[in-house]
């Protein structure tokens, strides 16, 4: 699919109730109002692109950018192109997006630090969102690793900026939900912390209360844990002295 090909099919796709549900969430203009599902049904069609990725993002319109960080090549990304597409993103959703994609490119390392340093509402927000990202969803990295954030949300939440500040306190939660010694840790910081203030605009989000949504989430993720245990059978080795029967290709 080519850049023409794209946009059209994306501006036939938007919708006017997308357009005012986007915008009071902060999307900028120029948009389609293009549903996530139909992005999605995009992507599996391009599948990776990384060309059309960076031809999409150049054009500005905040549907074509969303669709640029599903098909995006995140080998092929660097440090520089992150910052860039993390300056750019301009609104929560997009810094978001812009972090999943982060999260799977060689860069990763580099940029999360400099993003949780920087004064850029967007690129912080990015910064914070790969924390969560990965705080739920890595097994590569120790709790420790995660354990070293929870005294910058802890000290840091109360003067970040707003969408930083929302993205802290989701930072926290998935820190809590990923173990049980974690969530004491989590639980303990917010604590601390009490209560945050989210300005969510004219939206009907609201913001979660990470004393009460830690053991919520904790206790579904341990279910989930334990289901998945359950489905990997354990191999049994052979009786001693019994012969491999070796099967004709």
């Known amino acids: 699919m080519d850049l023409a090909s794209a946009m059209r099919e994306l501006e036939i796709a938007g919708t006017e109730q997308n357009r005012k549900v986007y915008r009071r969430h902060g999307m900028p203009d120029p948009i389609f109002g293009v549903s996530f599902g139909r992005l999605g049904e995009m992507k599996k069609r391009i599948r ?5 990725a960076l031809a999409l993002w150049a054009t500005g319109n905040a549907d074509a950018r969303n669709l640029a960080t599903m098909i995006a090549d995140p080998s092929r990304l660097d440090g520089a192109l992150l910052d860039s597409w993390a300056r750019d993103a301009r609104w929560y959703g997009g810094a978001d997006q812009v972090a999943g994609l982060a999260v799977r490119s060689p860069a990763a390392r580099e940029v999360r630090p400099r993003w949780l340093r920087s004064g850029h509402e967007w690129t912080a927000r990015a910064g914070w969102s790969m924390v969560a990202h990965e705080a739920l969803y890595s097994d590569e990295q120790p709790d420790a690793a995660f354990e070293g954030y929870l005294p ?18 989701h930072a926290l939660i998935a820190i809590g939900t990923r173990s049980d ?29 990470p004393l009460t949504y830690i053991p919520k989430a904790r206790d579904h993720r341990r279910k989930r844990d334990l289901q998945i245990q359950s489905r990997r059978k354990p191999l049994v ?8 029967t070796l099967r004709p290709r």
Do not use: F, K, Q, Y
Not at 48 to 52: A, G, I, K, R
Not at 183 to 209: K, M, N, Q, S, W
């Open 48 to 52: 990776v692109d990384h060309d059309l």
């Open 152 to 169: 910058a949300i802890e000290n840091g939440i109360r003067s970040a900026p707003n969408r930083v500040r929302d993205a802290m306190l």
């Open 237 to 244: 080795p052979p009786p001693a002295g019994a012969r491999r």
């Open 181 to 209: 010694p974690l969530a004491d840790r989590a639980l303990a910081a917010a604590g601390r912390i009490g209560p945050v203030e989210v300005d969510h605009g004219e939206t009907g989000c609201r913001t979660p209360d």
